[in-house]
C-alpha cells in the first residue's frame, strides 16, 4: 500500500521567513510525484512534476525537490498569496498507471 | 484555469433525491478522473475512464454510478446518498492514464447531502 506522509500538517509564516514543506513516500517504484496547490473551496493547481532523484523545478517563489524517500517544497520569501493548502502526490510503477496517492496536505498561512 | 468545468460548484440534497454532476474538459485528453475529498482526509480516487470506457471503480458505493459519453465530458450520478457522502467532488483529467502524466483538476462540487 502506498504511503503518503506530509509535514507539518499548518504552517505560519510572516511574509518574507523561507520555510519547507515535507513529503515522504513509500512505494515500490516511483512513476512521479507531483506538487498542487489548493486554496479553500477549489480544485488542486498543478505546480510541478518530479520524476527522479536529485531533480529539481522552480517556480517564482516555490522549489520542488526529490530524494529516494522524499520530497520538499521551499517557498523563498513567501508572499500572503502563497497562503494555500500544498498537496504532494505520487505514481506507483506497481500501480494501474493513472493512480495517484495523494497525502492529507500541508496548510500554509503567510501573515503580512 | 478553465480547461476543466464542474457543474454545479454547490448542491445540497435530501437522501432520497436523484441528482447529477457534470464535469467537462477542454484540453484534448484521452482520460478523465472522479476523486472525493473530504475534511481533514487525502484525495481519494472513486473512478477512472480512459477513451470512454472504466478502467478502474475503486470500491465506490452503487449509489454512485458514473458515466462518459465521450472523452470531453464525465457525469456523475447520485442517489440515495447518506450524510456521510458530503464532500468536494473534484473531476480531473490528463492526456493518457499513464506514464507520470500530469493530471488537471476543476473547481470541484461542493455537496451536502441533508
Known amino acids: 500500500e502506498d504511503q503518503v506522509t506530509q509535514s507539518p500538517e499548518a504552517l505560519r509564516l510572516q511574509e518574507g521567513e523561507s520555510s519547507s514543506l515535507n513529503c515522504s513516500y513509500t512505494v515500490s517504484g516511483l512513476r512521479g510525484l507531483f506538487w498542487y496547490r489548493q486554496d479553500p473551496g477549489k480544485g488542486p493547481e498543478f505546480l510541478f512534476t518530479l520524476y527522479s532523484a536529485g531533480e529539481e523545478k522552480e517556480k517564482e517563489r516555490l522549489k520542488a525537490t526529490l530524494t529516494k524517500k522524499e520530497s520538499f517544497l521551499h517557498i523563498t520569501a513567501p508572499k500572503p498569496e502563497d497562503s494555500a493548502t500544498y498537496l504532494c502526490?505520487?505514481?506507483?510503477?506497481?500501480?494501474?498507471?493513472?493512480?495517484?496517492?495523494f497525502g492529507a496536505g500541508t496548510t500554509v498561512t503567510v501573515r503580512a | 484555469e478553465t480547461g476543466v468545468t464542474q457543474t454545479p460548484r454547490h448542491l445540497v440534497m435530501g437522501m432520497t433525491n436523484k441528482k447529477s454532476l457534470k464535469c467537462e474538459q477542454h484540453l484534448g485528453h484521452n482520460a478523465m478522473y472522479w476523486y472525493k475529498q473530504s475534511a481533514k482526509k487525502p484525495l481519494e480516487l472513486m473512478f477512472v475512464y480512459s477513451l470512454e470506457e472504466r478502467v478502474e471503480n475503486n470500491s465506490v458505493p452503487s449509489r454512485f454510478s458514473p458515466e462518459c459519453p465521450n472523452s470531453s465530458h464525465l457525469f456523475l450520478h447520485l442517489h440515495t446518498l447518506q450524510p456521510e457522502d458530503s464532500a468536494l467532488y473534484l473531476c480531473a483529467s490528463s492526456p493518457d492514464p499513464g506514464r507520470g502524466e500530469t493530471q488537471y483538476f476543476g473547481p470541484g462540487t461542493r455537496l451536502l447531502v441533508l
Open positions: 502526490a505520487v505514481q506507483d510503477l506497481r500501480h494501474g498507471d493513472y493512480k495517484l496517492s
